[in-house]
């Protein structure tokens, strides 16, 4: 009861004080600047009102009423000075407050500031849109995969030179393969523009059926045929495809290696040794054993998605579906370009994934302690990713099992894959086009019966560097061993009828395994040889780094280590010399001016294997029909045609062509050889014949 009268008896004067004392904080100016507890009251006045009933509306807004008041300055302040009722205690509290913090303010005016705030860090703004994306196009081209892109570019365009010189005018190795080739990109891409549905039955070979699949017809590179149009186009088109196919090799072997755990300097050397190895260099008029790239790439892509790799073997934690559907899709692109090398690459595929699944159920059951999942997104990614890749094959054969139907002659023989085995020695010759080893080869070159097809040295530095690895490696000794025994097989193989005549190795493959009739060049399995070798390489590469790693660091001073690290370097650059090239570059014959406005079905004259190859290129500006064409195998109604026109123009052969629809026929003067009929019978009249002669530039255009 006392307390409550004392709180009652609380004088309205010292609702001011109270205010004042619940200001008094240290970083309020009123309480710095009081003097004492009267000086502090004034303030409070002024900055309130100016009689004591503002006073205690002030204190009841501030507080909620009397009694809240009276504890919460009981609280804070002294409180004898409450109790006593002394209406000049609560003043006394408030200076006492503003005197202490006065003095507290004093002796920081006092005190020196901190001569090392300047040096202090500071909050940055936040960066805008433009800085960060600044920054992520700097990580971007700073990563490991867009560097090593840019390299391989580069050093395609620098090994493949000059290539790039006169892309308009210029074509690797012939005239013959590679402009046949520049047809077949440029007819891809013209039909799915125009008729998609004719995309087999191409201008070429009237009027057969399903001509566009009597060779590998390139059709994963389609999209680059829908632009531009005519020779010049084709040609320009050609010639950049070219090195991009060589920049992919380099690309897709190079992330393989890196993903089995090889270290950047190994796994360079391997992609060096595999896109540039001196044998390909006879391949240079093939664009679709050239177009090798997606091989390795989908491989690494399999592997990654996989989460495996030689170093690691199999981590679940590292799977990503992902990518092992991307892996799936690469390997249905690669299979597009061509059953050259891709009927090889399927076949592999399928060794790969009955070998995987056997292993890891192998070691599932009785090696793995834990349990290793291998996850039902990942097995629907596998599923569906082999499907588009079982697919895309079933779809591309169809051609070819019609054209095989239509033409049984044009299935590959015995006989026909003697002619194109290579003996041993083969592995260790150089094609001409070699600059460091063509010219010492020549003598073993004139001992093989097709060197095209048989000089197949993979580098005597891979090979070198693959025995190191052998013995050196960063691989375990069963990988190597694995390796090893997969050279060897493969080697056998690409030996074709020359390894015990192909009884128990080649031989059972064309007679039984389905597809494997139309490949006549068992040397090409020596792509899968060079891919190993280089693999091999790699692992010797990579321990011999780690091994100058460690010599470099346990030096003082480190002073030899700059030198030591490019010795490192020196694999590489003995596999790139080998690569060196010294192919040739022929100007392509240029267009017919007739072969712009003259409508088909038409016949150029003369017609061979190798000459129609450039009249198909001609036609890609009005792709209209024509007789000519150049393949794997000469059909007979082309075969006919030609035996039957040696001697036009004259009666029967007349009657044969309007009889086949043919309705125009160009004769092309430089082409015409000495001594042939044509050269004497293109300048005389035909109106006996009932047909037209025009002269139009250099070629002679005949109306049937």
């Known amino acids: 009861m006392r307390k409550q009268d004392e709180e009652k008896t ?42 004591g009933q503002a006073h205690a509306k002030t204190t009841d807004a501030a507080s909620g009423d009397g009694g809240k008041t009276a504890d919460a300055a009981s609280q804070a302040g002294d409180k004898s000075t409450v109790a006593s009722g002394d209406g000049d205690a609560p003043a006394k509290a408030g200076a006492g407050v503003a005197t202490a913090v006065a003095e507290k303010d004093g002796e920081g005016a006092d005190k020196e500031p901190d001569r090392w705030a300047e040096f202090a860090g500071r909050a940055e ?84 059926l399903w001509s566009f699949a009597f060779s590998d017809s390139l059709l994963g590179y389609a999209p680059l045929g829908m632009i531009g149009e005519g020779p010049v186009a084709a040609i320009v088109r050609y010639n950049i495809v070219f090195v991009l196919a060589h920049a992919l090799a380099v690309f897709g072997a190079y ?20 896109t540039f190895a001196p044998w390909l260099l006879a391949q240079a008029g093939h664009l679709h054993i050239i177009s090798n790239g997606g091989i390795p790439l989908a491989l690494a892509m399999l592997a990654r998605g996989h989460g495996y790799s030689f170093k690691n073997g199999y981590r679940p934690e590292r799977r990503h579906a992902g990518w092992a559907l991307a892996g799936w899709l690469v390997a249905a692109w690669q299979l597009s370009l061509g059953f050259g090398i891709g009927l090889a690459f399927a076949y592999v595929l399928a060794l790969l994934c009955v070998g995987a699944l056997i292993g890891w159920r192998i070691q599932r059951i009785w ?28 779809l591309l054969s169809i051609p070819y099992f019609e054209v095989a139907a239509d033409h049984p002659y044009a299935r590959r023989g015995v006989e026909e894959i003697g002619l194109y085995s290579p003996p041993l020695r083969g592995f260790f010759t150089a094609p001409q ?8 080869h020549q003598p073993l070159r004139d001992s093989l019966g097709w060197a095209p097809e048989m000089t197949l040295l993979p580098g005597f530095a891979l090979i070198g560097l693959a025995l190191a690895g052998l013995f050196f490696s960063i691989w375990t000794i069963r990988q190597r061993v694995l390796l090893l025994l997969g050279i060897a097989v493969t080697t056998i193989f690409a030996m074709g009828s020359e390894f015990l005549d192909g009884k128990y190795t080649y031989i059972p493959l064309l007679e039984h395994a389905p597809g494997w009739d139309g490949i006549r060049t068992p040397g090409r399995l020596m792509l899968w040889v060079t891919l190993m070798l280089g693999i091999l390489a790699a692992g010797a590469v990579c321990a011999f780094v780690e091994r100058v790693k460690d010599i470099s ?22 596999v790139l010399v ?35 190859e450039n009249v198909m290129l001609w036609s890609t500006t009005n792709y209209q029909d024509i007789v000519n064409g150049g393949s794997g195998f000469v059909p007979q109604k082309l075969d006919e045609v030609r035996r039957v026109t040696a001697t036009f123009p004259d009666q029967p052969s007349i009657d044969y062509l309007r009889q086949l629809g043919v309705r125009n026929v160009i004769v092309v003067r430089d082409q015409v050889q000495e001594g042939s009929p044509l050269r004497t019978a293109i300048d005389l009249p035909v109106d006996s014949l009932g047909i037209t002669r025009q002269d139009v530039g250099n070629a002679v255009v005949y109306g049937l």
Request: proline share 10%.
């Open 367 to 394: 090696f793995w302690a834990v349990r290793r999942p291998f996850g039902w997104k990942l097995f629907f990614a596998d599923l569906g990713g082999a499907a588009v890749f079982a697919a895309v094959g079933g």
């Open 433 to 440: 086009e070699s600059w460091l080893w063509g010219g010492l």
């Open 578 to 612: 080998e690569g060196i090239n010294t192919t040739p570059h022929p100007i392509v014959p240029a267009q017919p001016a007739a072969m712009r406005t003259v409508e088909g079905p038409l016949l150029v004259l003369p017609s061979d294997q190798l000459h129609d």
């Open 10 to 51: 609380i004088p309205e004067a010292d609702a001011p004080a109270k205010t004042a004392a619940t200001a008094s904080d240290p970083g309020d100016e009123n309480s710095a600047t009081s003097e004492d507890g009267h000086a502090e009251a004034k303030t409070t006045d002024t900055a309130t009102s100016t009689d």
């Open 255 to 274: 992330v393989l290696v890196r993903q089995l755990g090889g270290g950047r300097t190994g796994s360079a050397v391997a992609a060096a040794g595999y």
């Open 553 to 574: 660091a346990n030096r003082i001073p480190p002073w030899p280590s700059p030198w030591l690290r490019l010795v490192t370097l020196i694999p590489l650059a003995l």
């Open 125 to 208: 703004p936040p960066p805008n849109v433009a800085v960060r994306v600044g920054r992520r196009v700097g990580r971007f081209l700073r990563h490991e995969w867009t560097l090593a892109a840019l390299i391989s570019m580069a050093a395609a365009v620098v090994m493949t030179w000059p290539t790039l010189r006169y892309p308009r005018h210029t074509i690797p190795q012939d005239i013959w393969d590679p402009t046949l080739q520049a047809w077949q990109m440029s007819w891809s891409g013209h039909s799915l523009l125009t008729d998609p549905g004719r995309i087999w039955h191409s201008n070429a070979f009237y009027p057969e």
